[in-house]
């Protein structure tokens, strides 16, 4: 069975965006290196995101940071078409359901907090990986927005990595 992964940063006050979905605050962190990035990219066979993450990723990216992948992006207007991913308002559990069998590796869930929030709520999501960022930013985006099912993790690990605390938990059922 097909594993997937919630693997994200958000700031010491749990916000993963600004309230207008930037996160220039996360690049502003100091600190070189990828903070284990690569590495988990390497077994990652798919990526779903949220519409307003996708729109953020194109903003940030120059080029297209998942092009040998294939890209998911839910939304509540499947009509629109990208040359980097497909858009669609399926139902995440078949959406999931459907792409796991399919694809080599795992299934990287990018965010943001509805889809996060959603996942929770049909317990799809298998391991958390956290990049907790030395920053708080007051207001914002929430990891887990209010009405999130209540949900227990297992730490399976923690390490620093430059300015970074990097958490990876298990979803306990």
Known sequence: M???????????????????DSLDWLFAVEGDGD??????MEDVGAVIMGRKTFD??????EEYPYPTIDNY?????????????????????????RIGPT??????????????????????IDQLE?????????SGIPLFPEGTLETRFNLTGCRPSRQFIMATYDVLR
């Open 2 to 20: 097909t594993k997937t992964v919630l693997y994200i940063a958000c700031s010491l006050d749990g916000k993963i965006a600004r309230s207008n």
């Open 35 to 40: 903070n284990g990035y690569a590495t988990f």
């Open 56 to 61: 953020e990723v194109l903003v940030l990216s």
């Open 73 to 97: 992006v839910l939304t509540r207007q499947p009509g629109k078409q990208s040359e980097h991913a497909i858009y669609t308002n399926e139902p995440l559990d078949a959406l999931i359901n």
């Open 103 to 124: 694809i080599d590796g795992k299934i990287w869930l990018v965010g943001g907090g509805e889809l996060i929030q959603e996942a929770l709520r049909l317990q799809l």
């Open 130 to 138: 956290l990049a907790i960022a030395p920053v708080v930013l007051g």
